[in-house]
């Protein structure tokens, strides 16, 4: 448990310097996919897909979501 916490502790900064004051994370274990919502419902018009296997979703140039794919595999930047 006190593992867990200070693991969601680490993460908390990182979450207060985003550009939306409202964040929704999913995690699809089976598929390995996190999905990082801005808002709900999330209504991307476009979406680019780079090289590390993240989906940044945008409608009219603002990013509303992102998709993080083979999640478990990604290391810390």
Same mark, same amino acid.
């Not at 908390?12 to 699809?28: A, E, G, T």
């Not at 274990?29 to 990082?36: P, R």
């Not at 476009?46 to 794919?69: A, F, H, Q």
């Given at each position: 448990?006190?593992?867990?916490?200070?693991?969601?502790?680490?993460?908390?900064?990182?979450? =207060?310097?985003?550009?939306?004051?409202?964040?929704?994370?999913?995690?699809?274990?089976?598929?390995?996919?996190?999905?990082?919502?801005?808002?709900?419902?999330?209504?991307?018009?476009?979406?680019?897909?780079?090289?590390?296997?993240?989906?940044?979703?945008? =409608?009219?140039?603002?990013?509303?979501?992102?998709?993080? =794919?083979?999640?478990?595999?990604?290391?810390?930047?």
């Amino acid at each position: 448990m006190e593992k867990g916490l200070k693991q969601i502790l680490e993460v908390v900064p990182h979450v =207060m310097r985003l550009p939306s004051k409202h964040v929704w994370i999913d995690y699809d274990k089976e598929a390995d996919v996190v999905y990082i919502n801005f808002q709900k419902p999330q209504m991307a018009t476009d979406s680019e897909l780079l090289d590390n296997n993240i989906l940044i979703r945008t =409608m009219d140039g603002k990013v509303v979501g992102i998709t993080i =794919m083979n999640a478990s595999s990604m290391s810390p930047m």
